[in-house]
């Protein structure tokens, strides 16, 4: 009985079988506007930012920190910079974790963020609720099977992570800004995998952001089924132009299907874009492709 | 950064009043659903932390889980001898630092329950057993500056609010021998304008009183269009509908916060008027709520 009043609740709310409507015809300015007021957050809530330790490595440090995102909900985080920064106002970037339990700290975000530090951008990996340090009971064993039964396929759950996700990204930024001397117009997200679909949502609603990569994202997984509309990638995507976005996936990538999940996204984005297929299955960017996304965000975040 | 703050704020304040007069469409409406809905198949991880009997009146001091991570306390009332499926309320009390446990939520329990219905009082986030730093004082000009006046964190709140009462209606009808159809909820004063919204949210409700509500307090400045009563009241019908205020109360005037919200409410609703400032229902005012619920949950 519990299943069926949900799938009545689900039907209702005009959830259809397989959620690629908004592919085809993106809601419009009305309903995003909507959307937005949810994502809102009040920027005068103390950050209370705590550094909780440092680290040197080969010219990089990185401070692990934490600050309040929303009233209650703490936010854990790694900022990198190279240690000898200028006093100019330097240019950043968020980058989003996949979804391994690890959050942040998995292998190539930890990867990703020197690299780019090194690059001359400050970089801000936060963990995405219930990832890495905010783990909580909803998710143990962070199976995929675990995930998709628990968040990604329980529709308001996910729009409910993806919200928290929007207001941690937007606090991310306020804090780079306020607390690091950060350039605002100079801020740029990264994404990658579950975190390259947190980002086009992002990137969609906070127009603060000035370059948007997303690599090896999509519309989204092989193992989802449904999302609202407010948490689909294609009510966004087509929302960051005239920002540049590029979005790097592999031709083989069977998470993140690229007929089914990803041309069909891009599909729907706008100018400045660019695609940049690799002969990969679903993994972390290539060497090659790490220095095609240097140069891009170089170019577009200068 | 403070400016676009400000305009979000102006643009809340300038327009506080516009839904009053043109509430949105259904299709907007809709979208708000999306941002309401919640995971039924979640645990309620239902925890009983006390129990106590007074006057033919057991209350259970329950705790359950509403949406992942999120525990929502409260009490749960029920008459000592019941044994059948009862009808049953939720309680959403009013703006104090004591949540259910105020006396106005207190007085409706033990009444409810000894005349025998199951009544589950919640704490709202934010408030009673759920306090946090958000609030410590609790004044009024506290709880302005932080969440009433706080477009984004208020609509959050009220979010949660709808979430938790659809949860605490899958638990009595679940846990607590309710019977589903026959369901109502009940606000008081800051429950009551949290309660407009979760009853046209959550189409379940069978039966709607709003004691001591309005469209928003005096020293309220706006909010966003998704927490404005306005775009709720029209859309608790065909549900019946009992609306109780005070023709002297200067937390929710008459003419400005109750009349316009009132004049958006479709039939079946009643609207019961008495000569009173912001106040708790007395004995008497009870008895009608009381006469009211049996009528319309029948």
Same mark, same amino acid.
């Given at each position: 009985?519990?299943?069926?009043?949900?799938?009545?609740?689900?039907?209702?709310?005009?959830?259809?079988?397989?959620?690629?409507?908004?592919?085809?015809?993106?809601?419009?300015?009305?309903?995003?506007?909507?959307?937005?007021?949810?994502?809102?957050?009040?920027?005068?809530?103390?950050?209370?930012?705590?550094?909780?330790?440092?680290?040197? =490595? =080969?010219?990089?440090?990185?401070?692990?920190?934490?600050?309040?995102?929303?009233?209650?909900?703490?936010?854990?985080?790694?900022?990198?910079?190279?240690?000898? =920064?200028?006093?100019?106002?330097?240019?950043?970037?968020?980058?989003?974790?996949?979804?391994?339990?690890?959050?942040?700290?998995? /292998?190539?975000?930890?990867?990703?963020?020197?690299?780019?530090?090194?690059?001359?951008?400050?970089?801000?990996?936060?963990?995405?609720?219930?990832?890495?340090?905010?783990?909580?009971?909803?998710?143990?064993?962070?199976?995929?099977?675990?995930?998709?039964?628990?968040?990604?396929?329980?529709?308001?759950?996910?729009?409910?992570?993806?919200?928290?996700?929007?207001?941690?990204?937007?606090?991310?930024?306020?804090?780079?800004?306020?607390?690091?001397?950060?350039?605002?117009?100079?801020?740029?997200?990264?994404?990658?995998?579950?975190?390259?679909?947190?980002?086009?949502?992002?990137?969609?609603?906070?127009?603060?952001?000035?370059?948007?990569?997303?690599?090896?994202?999509?519309?989204?997984?092989?193992?989802?089924?449904?999302?609202? /509309?407010?948490?689909?990638?294609?009510?966004?995507?087509?929302?960051?132009?005239?920002?540049?976005?590029?979005?790097?996936?592999?031709?083989?990538?069977?998470?993140?299907?690229?007929?089914?999940?990803?041309?069909?996204?891009?599909?729907?984005?706008? =100018?400045?874009?660019?695609?940049?297929?690799?002969?990969?299955?679903?993994?972390?960017?290539?060497?090659?492709?790490?220095?095609?996304?240097?140069?891009?965000?170089?170019?577009?975040?200068? | 950064?403070?400016?676009?703050?400000?305009?979000?704020?102006?643009?809340?304040?300038?327009?506080?009043?516009?839904?009053?007069?043109?509430?949105?469409?259904?299709?907007?409406?809709?979208?708000?659903?999306?941002?309401?809905?919640?995971?039924?198949?979640?645990?309620?991880?239902?925890?009983?932390?006390?129990?106590?009997?007074?006057?033919?009146?057991?209350?259970?001091?329950?705790?359950?889980?509403?949406?992942?991570?999120?525990?929502?306390?409260?009490?749960?009332?029920?008459?000592?001898?019941?044994?059948?499926?009862?009808?049953?309320?939720?309680?959403?009390?009013?703006?104090?630092?004591?949540?259910?446990?105020?006396?106005?939520?207190?007085?409706?329990?033990?009444?409810?329950?000894?005349?025998?219905?199951?009544?589950?009082?919640?704490?709202?986030?934010?408030?009673?057993?759920?306090?946090?730093?958000?609030?410590?004082?609790?004044?009024?000009?506290?709880?302005?500056?932080?969440?009433?006046?706080?477009?984004?964190?208020?609509?959050?709140?009220?979010?949660?609010?709808?979430?938790?009462?659809?949860?605490?209606?899958?638990?009595?009808?679940?846990?607590?021998?309710?019977?589903?159809?026959?369901?109502?909820?009940?606000?008081?004063?800051?429950?009551?304008?949290?309660?407009?919204?979760?009853?046209?949210?959550?189409?379940?409700?069978?039966?709607?009183?709003?004691?001591?509500?309005?469209?928003?307090?005096?020293?309220?400045?706006?909010?966003?269009?998704?927490?404005?009563?306005?775009?709720?009241?029209?859309?608790?019908?065909?549900?019946?509908?009992?609306?109780?205020?005070?023709?002297?109360?200067?937390?929710?005037?008459?003419?400005?916060?109750?009349?316009?919200?009132?004049?958006?409410?479709?039939?079946?609703?009643?609207?019961?008027?008495?000569?009173?400032?912001?106040?708790?229902?007395?004995?008497?005012?009870?008895?009608?709520?009381?006469?009211?619920?049996?009528?319309?949950?029948?």
């Amino acid at each position: 009985m519990k299943r069926r009043a949900l799938a009545t609740t689900l039907l209702l709310l005009g959830l259809p079988a397989a959620a690629d409507q908004w592919l085809t015809k993106p809601v419009d300015d009305r309903t995003f506007k909507t959307y937005l007021d949810f994502f809102a957050y009040n920027r005068q809530v103390p950050f209370d930012l705590r550094v909780l330790d440092t680290e040197d =490595q =080969q010219g990089v440090r990185r401070e692990h920190v934490s600050f309040l995102s929303t009233p209650g909900v703490r936010v854990l985080a790694n900022l990198y910079a190279t240690a000898g =920064q200028g006093p100019q106002k330097a240019a950043a970037l968020i980058l989003l974790h996949g979804g391994g339990a690890l959050g942040k700290d998995a /292998p190539t975000t930890k990867v990703l963020a020197p690299l780019f530090a090194r690059a001359g951008w400050s970089v801000l990996t936060p963990d995405l609720q219930y990832f890495g340090e905010r783990p909580s009971d909803l998710l143990t064993t962070f199976s995929e099977q675990e995930k998709h039964d628990r968040l990604y396929n329980q529709p308001p759950v996910y729009l409910a992570w993806i919200t928290q996700s929007a207001k941690d990204v937007s606090r991310s930024l306020d804090l780079l800004v306020e607390q690091r001397g950060v350039d605002p117009k100079r801020i740029g997200v990264v994404g990658m995998s579950r975190g390259a679909i947190v980002a086009s949502i992002v990137a969609g609603a906070d127009r603060r952001l000035a370059a948007v990569a997303l690599l090896y994202g999509g519309h989204f997984d092989a193992l989802e089924r449904d999302h609202l /509309p407010a948490a689909c990638p294609a009510n966004y995507v087509g929302r960051i132009s005239p920002r540049p976005l590029l979005m790097i996936n592999g031709i083989h990538d069977a998470d993140m299907i690229k007929d089914r999940a990803v041309a069909p996204l891009f599909n729907v984005a706008r =100018q400045p874009k660019r695609i940049l297929w690799a002969e990969t299955g679903h993994q972390a960017p290539t060497e090659e492709h790490q220095a095609a996304l240097l140069q891009w965000l170089r170019e577009n975040l200068k | 950064m403070k400016r676009a703050l400000a305009c979000l704020l102006l643009a809340a304040s300038a327009f506080a009043g516009q839904w009053l007069a043109k509430p949105v469409d259904d299709r907007t409406f809709k979208t708000y659903l999306g941002f309401f809905a919640y995971d039924r198949q979640l645990p309620l991880e239902l925890k009983i932390l006390d129990v106590s009997e007074q006057d033919g009146v057991a209350r259970e001091h329950l705790s359950f889980q509403s949406t992942p991570g999120v525990r929502v306390f409260a009490y749960f009332y029920r008459p000592v001898a019941a044994l059948k499926r009862t009808p049953a309320v939720i309680l959403l009390h009013g703006g104090g630092a004591v949540g259910k446990a105020g006396a106005t939520t207190q007085a409706f329990g033990l009444t409810l329950a000894r005349l025998g219905w199951g009544v589950l009082a919640i704490d709202l986030q934010y408030f009673g057993e759920r306090s946090t730093d958000l609030l410590s004082t609790y004044t009024e000009q506290e709880k302005g500056d932080r969440l009433y006046n706080q477009p984004s964190v208020y609509l959050a709140w009220v979010g949660q609010t709808v979430k938790d009462v659809g949860r605490a209606l899958d638990l009595l009808a679940a846990e607590r021998n309710a019977d589903p159809g026959r369901i109502a909820l009940l606000g008081s004063s800051r429950g009551a304008v949290l309660g407009t919204i979760a009853a046209a949210a959550e189409r379940r409700l069978a039966a709607v009183v709003l004691s001591y509500g309005g469209h928003m307090t005096a020293w309220e400045k706006g909010h966003l269009p998704a927490a404005c009563p306005a775009n709720y009241i029209g859309r608790i019908s065909p549900r019946p509908l009992l609306m109780l205020n005070g023709t002297q109360d200067a937390t929710f005037p008459r003419d400005t916060a109750v009349l316009p919200l009132h004049k958006l409410a479709k039939n079946p609703q009643q609207t019961l008027w008495f000569d009173t400032g912001h106040a708790a229902p007395n004995e008497e005012q009870r008895a009608s709520i009381v006469k009211w619920l049996r009528e319309s949950l029948k």
